[in-house]
């Protein structure tokens, strides 16, 4: 098992920054992923990484602009986010994959999520 909680997000005018940063806690040497939703849309892939730290993925729509790190001496994964766009507005989930050298990237195969954090870029 796996427990999530996200912190991070706000309110933040388009071309800035927020970071996002999740709290892990019970069998966290595990994949973990960022993704998002966006209102009338599906939840959609962000980015991921290994429990290493030493693979990184990213969907297109954010790559170069969105940082994934972790720090698994505080069980952390966090998600600086800069240049947002108002079409990065969604709320953002933190998932856990459960397994330790598997990063999926699709959200089928996260079986932990946390409750979420809203993101909002106003134009």
């Known amino acids: 098992q796996v427990q999530l909680v996200e912190s991070g997000g706000g309110l933040v005018q388009a071309g800035g920054s927020l970071r996002l940063s999740c709290a892990a806690s019970g069998r966290t040497s595990t994949g973990m992923g960022w993704f998002r939703q966006a209102p009338g849309k599906e939840r959609e892939f962000v980015a991921a990484i290994s429990w290493s730290g030493g693979r990184t993925y990213y969907a297109d729509s954010v790559k170069g602009r969105f940082t994934i790190s972790r720090d698994n001496a505080k069980n952390t994964v966090d998600l600086q986010m800069n240049s947002l766009k108002p079409e990065d507005t969604a709320v953002y989930y933190c998932?856990?994959?459960?397994?330790?050298?598997?990063?999926?990237?699709?959200?089928?195969?996260?079986?932990?999520w946390g409750q979420g954090t809203q993101v909002t870029v106003s134009s």
């Open positions: 998932a856990a994959s459960g397994r330790r050298l598997e990063v999926p990237l699709t959200r089928y195969e996260y079986p932990y």
